[in-house]
């Protein structure tokens, strides 16, 4: 470790870490010396990465394979109104490297997957999990505990956060518990509400991220005491912070190689790319299930919902889709996506089919489905809670 | 009385509410008790054979049930039982997700 110097520059930058006593010279030369994999640049990713390089962590990986959106800059800090439609890794590199020269930064412009996920991982100290899905969650998990890495972990939903420090190494050479001693299984999709149902306040990824931030930093120094085997809660609306404590399951079977994650947490690959596969044509209108459109939320598939019923109904039960009502349509056509995937819903699946066939065969759509039962088959198979009409 | 703090996933089948309070003298008691106030929360705590789901994280103070005696954990009054809820990121609506 001595062998890891500083310039004057440096020395100077890193001052304030320097004067504290338990952290000193020594804990700087940890930072330098290590190397830490960032999975994914959103809400957590933006703080996360710009502590970790303002703090002097030598190498930093970036995970990413998205392009800024402007929906992203309620919370995702790191970019701005200039970086839309720009990757965000490369983005993300060309603001820290500002930030710290001093540093070398790694970019992997892909989705982290079971196929690339061992090789990326493999060459850094350790990960911290800002990602905002299961399947994601459960890989880099698992990849973490294979591989030998420490998993700092942080997730959001609304005003609710979670952090811990998973398979933390132990100075007696044991390991801590991982993300699957907690939650050994994912819900089934459309169980629970998703993210994409419930929306995240935008400062909530700005507070667990820093304190992910700090959990890298003191694993990697030994300063102070990591959250290994505790679980911290935060909930935003009322302030009220919580610490459980998470205890390895001896009943878990061991993880010894990464498996297909979309499939353990319930969502069928690309439910609606093969026609075959869903998209049972009605009338020339493709359908899909309830069932599907579940999996779809709960696996954040790029996708429009557009309600095609009167406000009026809206307002008694809906299911978050866009609201233009069947007689306004004409008026919506070039607000209606041509590229992404577009399920339309009604009360009980006919207007919308009526619209699915219009929008074909006026305008020439190939993107659209209908939801087959509309939001009264969504009320009765997957969400109980809601009214029925 | 027991206090159960509900997660936010769970709360839109509770009026919104983050603390219910039931009798109860065990746990699995006290998430009947919980089913019962809000039967369109039954199907989220317990599978087809009346078990506390596996996805269900349940702890009392700060420990997790597992650790203690399951579902069958004694409770006494003024104890305070978390179902704690995988939760996955901040993705909103219409944006992509990050794999």
């Given amino acids: 470790m001595s062998q890891i110097t500083f310039s004057k520059q440096e020395l100077e930058r890193y001052s304030r870490h320097l004067i504290i006593p338990e952290f000193n010279i020594e804990g700087q030369r940890k930072l330098k010396g290590a190397r830490v994999l960032v999975v994914g640049t959103g809400g957590l990713g933006a703080p996360l990465l710009q502590y970790l390089t303002a703090a002097g962590v030598g190498t930093i990986g970036i995970v990413d394979f998205d392009i800024v959106d402007e929906s992203n800059l309620q919370r995702q800090v790191l970019f701005t109104v200039d970086d839309i439609g720009k990757p965000k890794v490369e983005v993300a590199k060309q603001r820290l490297e500002k930030l710290n020269p001093h540093l070398t930064f790694r970019t992997y412009n892909t989705h982290l997957n079971a196929s690339n996920a061992l090789e990326i991982i493999k060459d850094f100290d350790v990960v911290a999990d800002g990602t905002d899905n299961f399947p994601t969650r459960y890989l880099v998990n698992d990849a973490c505990v294979i591989l030998g890495k420490v998993n700092v972990y942080a997730s959001i939903f609304r005003f609710e956060g979670q952090a811990s420090v998973f398979n933390y190494l132990y100075a007696d050479g044991s390991r801590g518990p991982n993300y699957r001693d907690l939650f050994p299984v994912p819900p089934p999709p459309g169980l629970v509400p998703s993210c994409a149902e419930g929306g995240v306040l935008g400062v909530l990824p700005g507070i667990l991220g820093s304190l992910q931030a700090n959990e890298v930093i003191k694993v990697i120094t030994g300063v102070g005491e990591t959250l290994a085997g505790r679980l911290f809660l935060f909930d935003a609306a009322g302030f009220t912070t919580r610490i459980l404590r998470i205890a390895k399951d001896q009943t878990a079977k061991a993880i010894t190689q990464l498996i297909d994650y979309e499939e353990f947490c319930g969502i069928p690959q690309q439910v609606m790319a093969d026609e075959s596969q869903s998209g049972a044509r009605q009338n020339g209108v493709r359908e899909v299930t309830v069932q599907q459109l579940a999996q779809l939320i709960t696996s954040g598939a790029d996708f429009d919902l557009i309600d095609v019923r009167e406000p009026y109904e809206y307002d008694i039960v809906n299911i978050n889709g866009r609201l233009i009502p069947k007689g306004e349509i004409k008026d919506h056509v070039d607000e209606i996506s041509r590229q992404r995937q577009v399920v339309v819903h009604c009360r009980s699946g006919k207007r919308s089919a009526d619209v699915v066939r219009e929008l074909q065969d006026k305008y020439g759509f190939e993107n659209l489905y209908n939801l087959k039962g509309g939001v009264l088959a969504w009320a009765k198979e997957i969400d109980h809670s809601l009214p029925v009409y | ?99």
């Fill in chain 2, 1 to 99: 009385m027991i206090r159960i703090f509900i997660p936010t996933p769970l709360r839109k089948f509770t009026a919104e509410k983050s603390i219910v309070e039931v009798q109860a003298r065990t746990v699995a008691e006290a998430i009947q008790g919980l089913a019962l106030s809000f039967p369109e929360m039954d199907q989220h705590l317990f599978d087809s054979d009346r078990n506390i789901r596996k996805f269900v994280r349940i702890f009392l103070g700060d420990q997790d049930i597992q650790q203690l005696d399951g579902p069958d954990t004694a409770l006494k009054s003024g104890d305070e039982v978390s179902i704690i809820p995988a939760i996955a990121g901040g993705k909103t609506d219409g944006e992509k997700v990050r794999r």
